[in-house]
């Protein structure tokens, strides 16, 4: 079976594509997607789905991600991507400053869609804020979001897509895929 996945980040659909090696055919395209508004991911990505499903009519995936902070009462939430363009890392650690309790967490759905409707799966990796920026690595909050003794920006890339928020979806995305659609 072919999976389309619907991202304009390259990365990712390479990501998805070394999970299904040997399992399903995957292509990769940009579709400008309308984002839905919700406090859950899930529901974001349900909506993405949906909307890239009626576009295309092929069987695809989407993602949504959201970081939340407890001290923060969940933000920045489904709202990630837009607080690390406005206020970055620093606006998120300013925020932080004097706070004891740093726990937050990652959450990443993917969404598969096709002519049966849409599922969503989801992924989660729980951490703190860090006190400072630490690592070389990753990208967006990973150089401030730390699991187990190091922030994500300081954990080589490979054991990274092995634990992370995306991989842990991508997981349960792969497992029910493969037992859906296994041929006998």
């Known amino acids: 079976m072919k999976i389309t996945v ?12 070394a999970f299904f090696h040997g399992t399903a055919e995957i292509t990769h395209i940009f579709l400008d997607l309308p984002e839905h508004r ?3 991911v899930g529901e974001i990505a349900r909506g993405k789905a949906g909307y ?5 009519k092929r069987p695809l995936i989407v993602d ?7 001290a923060l009462n969940g933000f920045p ?13 620093s606006g998120i650690l300013k925020l932080m400053e004097g706070r004891e309790n740093r726990s937050a967490r990652f959450v990443t759905a993917i969404a598969f869609a096709d002519e049966n409707g849409v599922r969503v799966f ?7 804020v860090a006190q400072a920026p630490r690592g070389e690595g990753g990208f967006g909050y990973d150089p401030i979001f730390e ?15 092995r634990i992370s928020h995306r991989a842990r979806a991508l997981a349960a995305f792969h497992d029910w895929f493969v037992e859906k659609y296994r041929t006998p």
Do not use: C, M, R
């Open 6 to 17: 619907v991202t304009g980040n390259a990365h990712k659909a390479a990501e998805v594509a």
């Open 38 to 40: 919700s406090d859950d």
């Open 52 to 56: 890239a499903f009626e576009q295309l």
């Open 64 to 70: 949504d991600t959201g970081f939340f902070i407890d």
């Open 77 to 89: 939430g489904p709202y990630a991507a837009y607080v690390l363009n406005t206020i970055g890392n």
């Open 122 to 128: 989801k992924g989660t990796i729980k951490g703190w």
């Open 147 to 161: 699991t187990g003794e190091k922030t994500l920006a300081e954990i080589p890339l490979e054991e990274k897509s």
